[in-house]
C-alpha cells in the first residue's frame, strides 16, 4: 500500500517508540546515534506522558514518522512558546506529507494549551529542512541563534 493511498495515523509518542525513532533518525542522518539521543527522547515524552507535546506516525503498525517539541517560557523575556526540537520521517516515507500531518497535530496540541507561538531552529543551508517549514507558514524570526564552542 502507498502512504498517499492509506491511512497514516498520528498519535501521542510512547517511550516504547524510541527505538524506532532513533532508526528513522539514523536513517536520515546516515550517522549512529550515541545513547545520549534516548534521554534526548525520552525526556520530554516521560515528563508530559498525559499531556505528550511529541508524537509519531504510524502506517502499517509502523512507526514512520515523528516531531519532538516542547514548550519554553520566560526566555529573555519572550512569551511562552512551543518550540519543535526535532522531527524526522523515514526516508522512503518522505514526500507523502507525513511531516506536515505531524505539523498540523503539534499546532492543533498547541493552540488547545493556548499557545500562539512555534518556534524552530535550522541549519541556514538545510534548504530542504527550510523550505519544509515554509509550507507550513514559517518565516524568519526576530530571535538570533548564538553559538560559543568551548
Not at 491511512?7 to 546516515?30: F, W
Not at 516542547?70 to 524526522?88: C, D, L, P, Q, R
Amino acid at each position: 500500500m502507498n502512504p498517499d493511498e492509506m491511512s497514516v495515523s498520528i498519535r501521542k509518542m510512547k517511550l516504547d517508540d524510541i527505538d524506532d525513532i532513533k532508526r528513522i533518525y539514523e536513517r536520515i542522518t546516515q550517522h549512529a546515534l550515541q545513547e545520549e539521543f534516548r534521554e534526548l527522547v525520552e525526556n520530554p515524552c516521560e515528563k508530559r506522558a498525559l499531556e505528550s507535546n511529541c508524537f509519531v506516525a504510524e502506517f502499517e503498525g509502523k512507526v514512520v514518522g515523528f516531531m519532538i517539541s516542547y514548550v519554553m517560557a520566560f526566555s529573555f523575556g519572550m512569551e511562552k512558546s512551543a518550540w519543535i526540537a526535532t522531527m524526522g520521517v523515514e526516508p522512503k516515507y518522505m514526500g507523502k506529507q507525513i511531516g506536515a500531518r505531524l505539523a498540523r497535530e503539534i499546532f492543533a496540541f498547541y493552540k488547545g494549551q493556548g499557545i500562539t507561538n512555534l518556534h524552530t531552529s535550522v541549519q541556514w543551508d538545510a534548504t530542504d529542512v527550510v523550505s519544509f517549514f515554509k509550507t507550513l507558514g514559517f518565516h524568519r524570526s526576530d530571535i538570533i541563534n548564538l553559538e560559543k564552542s568551548l
